[in-house]
């Protein structure tokens, strides 16, 4: 069985430290991939700059994107990978912490698949990494 991977787009150490820590404790067993910002996440996806030579026929079940990140943000980084024939079916959920209404309107007319606000408490936000983990990485049937 192929191990599913996930794709985290996040520019800040302490989210990315907290969904990791979440994703543990949920037990969701699947490769954590990190994109550091909007440009790493392109890179990622088509194999080029940092991860030049990553085999881009295996894409990853869930792309869990933040919104708010230097050099490309998050919707840049929606439109790019819904303008690519081979991207844009991947299932992309929005974790951000923006409760800006234009943010979740914009995401969704993108084409993302989700749009979750990050919660404040640990707790919660554990809560809702193991329900993505459930949905996205069980449940969930991918092109």
Known sequence: MK??????????PDDVD???RALAKSHVANTLDLAADGVEAIEYL???GKFAGRDTSLLPQVVLLDLK????????????IRANEK???LPVVILTTSSEERDRVESYKLG???YIRKPVDFAQFAESVRQLGLYWLVLNEAP
């Open 3 to 12: 191990t599913k991977h996930i794709l985290l787009v996040e520019d800040n």
């Open 18 to 20: 907290l969904t990791v």
């Open 46 to 48: 088509e194999g080029t």
């Open 69 to 80: 990140m230097p050099r490309m943000d998050g919707l840049e980084v929606l439109r790019r």
């Open 87 to 89: 991207t844009r079916l």
């Open 112 to 114: 993302a698949n989700s």
